[in-house]
T-cell receptor, first 116, second 113 residues
């Protein structure tokens, strides 16, 4: 299954947009890009996912490049509560039969520190 | 959104004893449940996958006789750490999946003394 590469840490000023990059150069055609975050000592929280079109929800926007080899998660107005480890994961969609490739396998993620 | 609960949220036990952790999907039926373990400053590591009514599938390197998983219903899975030792001290997180998506519990902090 495809692997992802993320920077280990990033800083962002409170109120500014946080742009978190992710490389997934070996992604296959039917694999989605998922983003989760984990605030310290809590379980992961789903943020957003997409296949090839850009996606937006109440939490964030996901920009996927045309060749799908990389993506960027955008938090439009970062707050102190957005400080967390952000994980970019590629896998088949839940409803698609794929056995092992349906599992969420976490990499090392990006620690986003939002500064006041 | 869908809610997954875990109980207890933290537990301290003595070496050699067994500890059971419960994971419940509160407002949906989970076709599949997952158990993860996380050591300090590390990422989540998938331990096992379980489907209701069948045996769990363990990831390579995870001892199935030490980490007993029971998925008796579509809303409940349990993880029992048998004969716990200090090296089993960790943050255990369950996850439940319905047809559409996967949701995570808040985690259980296990400390073995």
């Amino acid at each position: 299954d495809a692997k992802t590469t993320q920077p280990p840490s990033m800083d962002c000023a409170e109120g500014r947009a946080a742009n978190l990059p992710c490389n997934h150069s070996t992604i296959s055609g039917n694999e989605y890009v998922y983003w989760y975050r984990q605030i310290h000592s809590q379980g992961p929280q789903y943020i957003i996912h997409g296949l090839k079109n850009n996606e937006t929800n109440e939490m964030a926007s996901l920009i996927i490049t045309e060749d799908r080899k990389s993506s960027t998660l955008i938090l439009p107005h970062a707050t102190l509560r957005d400080t967390a480890v952000y994980y970019c994961i590629v896998r088949l969609a839940v409803g698609v039969y794929g056995g092992a490739t349906n599992k969420l396998i976490f990499g090392t993620g990006t620690l986003l520190a939002v500064q006041p | 959104g869908a809610v997954v609960s875990q109980h207890p949220s933290w537990v301290i036990c003595k070496s050699g004893t067994s500890v059971k952790i419960e994971c419940r999907s509160l407002d949906f039926q989970a076709t599949t449940m997952f158990w993860y373990r996380q050591f300090p400053k590390q990422s989540l590591m998938l331990m096992a996958t379980s489907n209701e009514g069948s045996k769990a599938t363990y990831e390579q390197g995870v001892e199935k006789d030490k980490f007993l998983i029971n998925h008796a219903s579509l809303t409940l899975s349990t993880l029992t750490v048998t004969s716990a030792h200090p090296e089993d001290s960790s943050f255990y997180i369950c996850s439940a999946r319905d047809f559409y998506e996967q949701y995570f519990g808040p985690g259980t902090r296990l400390t073995v003394t």
